[in-house]
Nanobody
Framework: EVRLVESGGGLVQAGGSLRLSCAAS????????IGWFRQAPGKEREGVLCISSSGRSTYYADSVKGRFTIASDNAKNTRYLQMNSLKPEDTADYYC?????????????????WGQGTQVTVSS
């Protein structure tokens, strides 16, 4: 069974940092593209940072460029979203997702498996 579990969300002041984790089971990231998405209240889910299975292709939403990065721990089959210089507008539920293809994509409908989400709140 494919499963993704996010953790690491919480409340942080503007300018602070958080690291979200996405632990996978039932598959390995080698054959799957990965995406981090977020959904704020009343807004559509949007792609934040997506990466191909090889790691050679990456998409960053303009709003997070220079602030968010992705990291990997293959031994733990886990991907991380490092979020720095957080802003109140980053407040949202964050989701990791996996796509049964290796190439990069960053639209929610192109992803097959989703975690349960973790809430991030940035106070001003």
């Amino acid at each position: 069974e494919v499963r993704l579990v996010e953790s690491g969300g919480g409340l942080v002041q503007a300018g602070g940092s958080l690291r979200l984790s996405c632990a996978a089971s039932g598959f390995t990231f080698d054959d799957y593209a990965i995406g981090w998405f977020r959904q704020a209240p009343g807004k559509e889910r949007e792609g934040v940072l997506c990466i191909s299975s090889s790691g050679r292709s990456t998409y960053y939403a303009d709003s997070v460029k220079g602030r968010f990065t992705i990291a990997s721990d293959n031994a733990k089959n886990t991907r991380y979203l490092q979020m720095n210089s957080l802003k109140p507008e980053d407040t949202a539920d964050y989701y990791c997702a996996a796509r049964r293809r290796r190439i990069l994509a960053c639209s929610p409908h192109e992803y097959d498996y989703w975690g349960q989400g973790t809430q991030v709140t940035v106070s001003s």
